[in-house]
């Protein structure tokens, strides 16, 4: 079995420096010379997972195969390496404790004082090395969520000193930090960063490389302080300067020769070069479209971008995919009315209306469906926008009047979108949705089936509510078909108007599919028909 090397990634100075974009773009830097990687990471909050979390808080709630959901980041590891996550590739602190006061319940701890140090700090290792067991990954990447100096990290980064002295160099700390740019001055300032690596040595941590995110070059002379500073040779410290796109980063790493640094550090041989062609050449045609276009997106949480990162990402693939640059256009649901709709969706090839839950802004997103569908422009409904276009559907082409979702009306007369059977005896919030991957049959001559060009896939969900098969039929016969089914419980999966110049609404979640090297057929062919191939 191999010995798997670890390798922590910790911030310092501010959050939203990226450290999700260097793991990501370190580990794709390893598995481009032949190392077989994973990333995880662990956030410092309470809740036990964030999908009890509002978007704004955190972002996105991405879900992975087997169900779990996670961190955005997650989102960007699998973008970036091209490899599904699992349930133990995010872990919080209230999950952490949840087993060590569900182990303390059962008595394991045999009448012992239960404590952070080394209870809880035992329970972060036993997960910090879960994925390094299994024998699939020379290389674990943990990042650990917050910045340091804060209260909820600090049982992580003790639990990181813990493992760098068992492990010697097999283990490695990278700290990104911020240089920041003193306009007044013109200098770049490098005390941030020598404050930040003095918390971590007070915590008993030494950095063994550096990541400085910076706006502007760092020349030698900067990077020598930092590593006079710092206890760290100068090939150690790496610039990260800001670049247009995330997927830049990667070859900004191979300059800067982070794989290089990291793996002689953890005595690994440097095998071949990186193999980057398909990378370099996603990103020669990001950066040289041959044709743009218009895409808005509808949802309620559009100020905060965040919130639809998969969803703006996979937009970014296809386009990319069809040679051409998507423009999102944000749109807020709530605000739009029936005098409004026409100005803010003039000039859009497509309209996306997007995932969500509750009442806030419904209205708005069935208006956008019903101007898509009565100018026959381009639509794709991902879940909660699928079931928009199925209430829309049933209200202004079946006359079924005050249809809605018993989500946001327990008494319509008409719930063409109804709580599933399995979900009617759910109470707890936390994790109990049809989540992750589902098999769906697909039928010839759709829209999907030519996306796909399979009669079956597998995507993941996050839902409670479904189509009401009750209405199937009636809604078949007036133009919209049930076009994907899963082949177990028989729930409709994609449903179109095949009228339509393309109208594709899904139950399930593509975004959480595309990466780079695998854009998702669903995106493609809706960006595909935006172009008006
Ligand atoms: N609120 C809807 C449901 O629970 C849709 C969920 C979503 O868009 N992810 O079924």
Not at 284 to 295: A, C, H, M, R
């Amino acid at each position: 079995m191999k010995t798997t090397k670890y390798i922590f990634v910790t911030g310092g100075v501010t959050s939203s420096l990226g450290k999700g974009i260097i793991s990501a773009s370190l580990a794709k830097l390893l598995q481009a010379r032949g190392y077989s990687v994973t990333i995880q990471k662990f956030d410092p909050y309470i809740n036990v997972d964030p999908g009890t979390l509002n978007p704004y808080e955190h972002g996105e709630c991405f879900v992975t195969e087997d169900g779990a959901e996670t961190d955005l980041d997650l989102g960007h590891y699998e973008r970036f390496l091209n490899v599904p996550t699992s349930q133990a590739n995010n872990v919080t602190t209230g999950r952490i404790y949840q087993s060590v006061i569900n182990k303390e319940r059962k008595g394991d701890y045999l009448g012992k004082t239960v404590q952070i140090i080394p209870h809880i700090t035992d329970e972060i290792k036993r997960r910090m090395k879960l994925l390094g067991k299994t024998g699939d990954f020379d290389v674990v990447i943990t990042e650990i969520g917050g910045t340091i100096g804060d209260i909820e990290s600090l049982p992580y980064i003790e639990t990181v000193r813990q493992i760098k002295w068992e492990l010697g160099s097999d283990a490695l700390v990278i700290h990104l930090t911020l240089v920041p740019f003193l306009a007044a001055s013109g200098e770049l300032k490098t005390k941030p960063t020598q404050h930040s690596v003095k918390m971590m040595l007070e915590n008993g941590v030494q950095p063994d490389v550096l990541v400085l995110r910076t706006e502007h070059p760092l020349n030698n002379d900067i990077k020598k302080k930092v590593a006079l500073f710092c206890n760290v040779s100068v090939s150690s410290v790496i610039e990260s300067i800001d670049v247009p796109t995330i997927y830049e980063v990667p070859l900004k790493m191979r300059e800067e020769k982070l794989d290089v640094t990291v793996l002689e550090k953890l005595n690994l041989p440097l095998k071949n070069e990186p193999a980057l062609k398909p990378w370099t050449d996603f990103l020669d045609t990001l950066k040289q479209p041959e044709n743009e276009v218009n895409i808005a997106l509808v949802g309620k949480y559009v100020e905060l971008h965040d919130a639809y990162k998969s969803i703006a990402e996979s937009l970014l693939h296809a386009g990319v995919s069809n040679k051409s640059k998507v423009n999102i256009k944000w749109i807020h649901s709530e605000p739009l009315t029936d005098d409004n709709i026409a100005q803010e969706l003039v000039g859009m090839s497509g309209i996306l209306v997007a995932p969500g839950f509750g009442h806030r802004g419904i209205d708005g997103k069935l208006l956008a469906v019903k101007y898509a569908r009565e100018n026959n422009i381009p639509f794709l409904g991902i879940c909660l926008g699928m079931q928009c276009a199925v209430i829309e559907y049933a209200r202004n082409v079946l006359h079924l009047k005050d249809a809605h979702s018993s989500e946001m009306s327990r008494r319509t007369p008409y719930p063409v979108i109804d709580l599933m059977e399995e979900q009617k005896e759910i109470f707890d919030m936390g994790g109990t949705m049809r989540l992750g991957s589902y098999p769906c049959g697909i039928i010839k001559g759709s829209n999907a089936f030519d996306a796909y060009q399979s009669e079956t896939t597998n995507e993941r969900h996050r839902h409670r509510y479904e189509f009401n098969n009750k209405f199937l039929k009636d809604f078949e016969n007036a133009g919209m078909k049930g076009t994907g089914i899963n082949p177990d419980t028989d729930l409709v999966e994609i449903v179109e108007i095949p009228k339509h110049k393309w109208f594709v609404g899904v139950q399930f979640h593509p975004e959480y599919k595309s990466t780079v090297l695998n854009p998702h057929p669903i995106f493609v062919g809706f960006i595909k028909a935006a172009l008006g191939k």
